[in-house]
């Protein structure tokens, strides 16, 4: 037995997902490969893209492990890692919780509107060539991408707030759709005569900075398309065998990014010439597609599009459920704390639903607020591991169903240390990637203060209970029959 089946839940999700169900969420990761790959191919080379997206790989994958021993500890707590943050720093701060849980939901929030854009830009290109016309809203044009954004946004938001199972099926269905571009470009062109070692190039010196620190600004804009592997551990609490559940779907996601990053990047980069990528970042993997299989760039097309459909749907079902446990804990104001008739937080995906409706109609090309919103996720990543190491240090007898060997201390630290400069030099070097400006970092810290405005305003204002720089650690479960699992 677990914590959670010996426990009355304080959340109101039903527990009806399992392992493979978590493991399909995780599928949608890759899709947003597709998004970032392409502008590093092009600018630094693919031997560089290939060696960082790796790297970052196994960094998500061994924080992965380190965050299945945190949802083991706190199974019943809604917003994943945003919430482990909180609950390991908020004897020492109670800042802590509203930072990590903003930060976190900014990243994957605005990242809707993106994909929504990119679909736009696929159907056009496939399908609509013609449909160039365009008008202003004031502050950005829009085109007829924006509006397939804005239709298969509403979509994707009508699905999650009907239940997760709906959700679910869909995410079956386009996880199995993007499998085939994934496992096509990770090993037909090795065994094909136009997969060449001579189109693998090394230009990480190209943008004029060390290459030290180009390498650490591209690791800071890649961890946006791989870290999100952690999105699993926002579904715990609805695993039917939540500790089983929970450390096979979290150690199995961060294997499949480790091959899937590596693999791919690996045989596109082999296929394609430099200065193809660099043109053209996001269509011109129909190209390559098309020369693998008779016809293909339309089966790319549509596998594109249903990676980040899927992308989107469990996206929107994540930040709501960050948004809802992040109220549900008191840190941020009520009314994102109730459940729709469903049991979804619907007024979580709404506000997901209003923020990216503006993000399309007002910015339009918003694929600069990735760096606005890396600086929060990293923040978030940061605070996560490090309460890792505080809940080790000040709660080293606390029930712990899955634990780690002592030496994953010294990983954790290993890794909050090279994501915050990642977090430092990246941020200062959005120049070198093209990712964003001063003003998408700007964005970025605005949203963190707004988010302590909210919590300030929700312990004063709405619960009365006056200021408090910390909390009392009184949300760590009582002892647990379950025989803690090895590492």
Same mark, same amino acid.
């Given at each position: 037995?677990?914590?959670?089946?010996?426990?009355?839940?304080?959340?109101?999700?039903?527990?009806?997902?399992?392992?493979?169900?978590?493991?399909?969420?995780?599928?949608?990761?890759?899709?947003?490969?597709?998004?970032?790959?392409?502008?590093?191919?092009?600018?630094?080379?693919?031997?560089?893209?290939?060696?960082?997206?790796?790297?970052?790989?196994?960094?998500?994958?061994?924080?992965?492990?380190?965050?299945?021993?945190?949802? *083991?500890?706190?199974?019943?707590?809604?917003?994943?890692?945003?919430?482990?943050?909180?609950?390991?720093?908020?004897?020492?701060? *109670?800042?802590?919780?509203? #930072?990590?849980?903003?930060?976190?939901?900014? *990243?994957?929030?605005?990242?809707?509107?993106?994909?929504?854009?990119?679909?736009?830009?696929?159907?056009?290109?496939?399908?609509?060539?013609?449909?160039t016309w365009t008008f202003s809203t004031g502050l950005a044009t829009i085109g007829?991408?924006?509006?397939?954004?804005?239709?298969?946004?509403?979509?994707?938001?009508?699905?999650?707030?009907?239940?997760? $199972?709906?959700?679910?099926?869909?995410?079956?269905?386009?996880g199995i759709v993007v499998m085939v571009p994934i496992l096509v470009f990770a090993?037909?062109?090795?065994?094909?005569?136009?997969?060449?070692?001579?189109?693998?190039?090394?230009?990480?010196?190209?943008?004029?900075?060390?290459?030290?620190?180009?390498?650490?600004?591209?690791?800071?804009?890649?961890?946006?398309?791989?870290?999100?592997?952690?999105?699993?551990?926002?579904?715990?609490?609805?695993?039917?065998?939540?500790?089983?559940?929970?450390?096979?779907?979290?150690?199995?996601?961060?294997?499949?990014v480790i091959a899937v990053y590596i693999l791919v990047p690996l045989g596109i980069?082999?296929?394609?010439?430099?200065?193809?990528?660099?043109?053209?970042?996001?269509?011109?993997?129909?190209?390559?597609?098309?020369?693998?299989?008779?016809?293909?760039?339309?089966?790319?097309?549509?596998? #594109?599009?249903?990676?980040?459909?899927?992308?989107?749907?469990?996206?929107?079902?994540?930040?709501?459920?960050?948004?809802?446990?992040?109220?549900?804990?008191?840190?941020?104001? $009520?009314?994102?704390?109730?459940?729709?008739?469903?049991?979804?937080?619907?007024?979580?995906?709404?506000?997901?639903?209003?923020?990216?409706?503006?993000?399309?109609?007002?910015?339009?090309?918003?694929?600069?607020?990735?760096?606005?919103?890396?600086?929060?996720?990293?923040?978030?990543?940061?605070?996560?591991?490090?309460?890792?190491?505080?809940?080790?240090?000040?709660?080293?007898?606390?029930?712990?169903?899955?634990?780690?060997?002592?030496?994953?201390?010294?990983?954790?630290?290993?890794?909050?240390?090279?994501?915050?400069?990642?977090?430092?030099?990246?941020?200062?070097?959005? *120049?070198?990637?093209?990712?964003?400006?001063?003003?998408?970092?700007?964005?970025?810290?605005?949203?963190?203060?707004?988010?302590?405005?909210?919590?300030?305003?929700? $312990?004063?204002?709405?619960?009365?209970?006056?200021?408090?720089?910390?909390?009392?650690?009184?949300?760590?479960?009582?002892?647990?029959?379950?025989?803690?699992?090895?590492?």
């Open positions: 037995m677990s914590t959670h089946d010996t426990a009355v839940p304080t959340h109101a999700y039903e527990k009806n997902l399992r392992w493979w169900d978590g493991f399909t969420i995780s599928l949608s990761i890759p899709a947003a490969l597709f998004v970032c790959a392409g502008s590093a191919l092009g600018l630094i080379g693919a031997w560089p893209t290939i060696l960082l997206l790796g790297l970052v790989a196994v960094m998500a994958c061994l924080q992965n492990f380190v965050y299945s021993e945190m949802a *083991s500890m706190f199974p019943d707590k809604v917003g994943g890692i945003s919430m482990y943050a909180h609950q390991g720093w908020k004897t020492r701060t *109670s800042l802590v919780g509203p #930072l990590a849980t903003y930060g976190y939901w900014f *990243s994957w929030s605005s990242s809707l509107a993106i994909y929504g854009l990119q679909i736009g830009k696929l159907v056009q290109s496939e399908w609509f060539p013609h449909q007829f991408p924006h509006v397939v954004a804005l239709g298969v946004l509403v979509a994707g938001w009508g699905l999650n707030v009907l239940g997760m $199972r709906p959700a679910m099926w869909i995410m079956y269905v386009t090993f037909v062109p090795l065994f094909s005569d136009q997969w060449s070692v001579h189109n693998l190039h090394w230009t990480l010196g190209a943008s004029g900075a060390a290459g030290w620190r180009t390498a650490l600004a591209w690791m800071f804009v890649l961890a946006w398309s791989v870290y999100g592997v952690e999105a699993v551990a926002s579904f715990v609490p609805e695993f039917k065998k939540t500790i089983f559940d929970t450390k096979v779907a979290l150690r199995l996601a961060g294997f499949f980069g082999g296929m394609s010439k430099q200065a193809d990528a660099a043109a053209d970042p996001v269509t011109f993997y129909l190209d390559l597609f098309k020369r693998l299989i008779p016809g293909g760039d339309v089966i790319m097309t549509l596998c #594109l599009i249903a990676g980040l459909v899927l992308l989107m749907v469990m996206t929107t079902a994540d930040g709501g459920r960050v948004l809802h446990g992040s109220a549900e804990s008191g840190l941020t104001v $009520r009314q994102l704390g109730q459940l729709n008739k469903f049991g979804m937080p619907g007024r979580a995906m709404s506000l997901d639903l209003v923020v990216n409706v503006i993000l399309i109609l007002f910015v339009g090309d918003s694929t600069g607020v990735i760096v606005a919103g890396i600086v929060g996720y990293l923040l978030c990543h940061i605070l996560s591991l490090t309460g890792f190491l505080r809940l080790r240090h000040e709660q080293p007898d606390a029930p712990r169903p899955i634990r780690l060997a002592k030496r994953w201390v010294y990983v954790a630290g290993a890794l909050a240390l090279i994501d915050a400069v990642m977090l430092i030099v990246g941020a200062a070097s959005a *120049s070198i990637t093209g990712f964003g400006t001063t003003k998408e970092l700007l964005i970025g810290i605005v949203v963190l203060s707004i988010s302590i405005g909210l919590y300030a305003y929700r $312990r004063v204002v709405q619960d009365k209970r006056g200021w408090a720089w910390s909390e009392r650690d009184d949300d760590v479960a009582p002892d647990t029959a379950e025989v803690p699992s090895p590492a």
